[in-house]
Nanobody, 126 residues
Framework: QVQLVESGGGSVQAGGSLRLSCAAS????????VGWFRQAPGKEREYVAA????????YYTDSVKGRFTISRDNAKNAVYLQMNSLKPEDTAVYYC???????????????????WGQGTQVTVSS
């Protein structure tokens, strides 16, 4: 079992930055895939970024490329999502998730992940 806790959300103005953290307990991230998803009110959960199998590759959805960076700190057993140049459309609850046996083609699918955090709210005002 892996317990995930997100933190770092908040309210910022457009153009601002936030860094989200995802801390794991119970087990290390190891070579699992860690993903960030988000869900805005009335919308489906949306893939944002992923560290595939411990960091072999990183992937981003097109709308955040060049603005968001996913990274990990093995010593702290944490994964981060640095979000720069935030836009109002980035407003959502952000979730981190861990998938134990993902294949590359399933990185963007929420149902491929085994463990989820409780989410952290990000609000970007114009």
């Amino acid at each position: 079992q892996v317990q995930l806790v997100e933190s770092g959300g908040g309210s910022v103005q457009a153009g601002g930055s936030l860094r989200l953290s995802c801390a794991a307990s119970g087990r290390t991230f190891g070579r699992n895939t860690v993903g960030w998803f988000r869900q805005a009110p009335g919308k489906e959960r949306e893939y944002v970024a992923a560290l595939f199998r411990g960091g072999i590759n990183t992937y981003y959805t097109d709308s955040v490329k060049g603005r968001f960076t996913i990274s990990r700190d093995n010593a702290k057993n944490a994964v981060y999502l640095q979000m720069n140049s935030l836009k109002p459309e980035d407003t959502a609850v952000y979730y981190c998730a861990v998938g134990e046996r993902l294949i590359m083609s399933s990185v963007t699918r929420a149902d491929s992940y085994d463990y989820w955090g409780q989410g952290t709210q990000v609000t970007v005002s114009s």
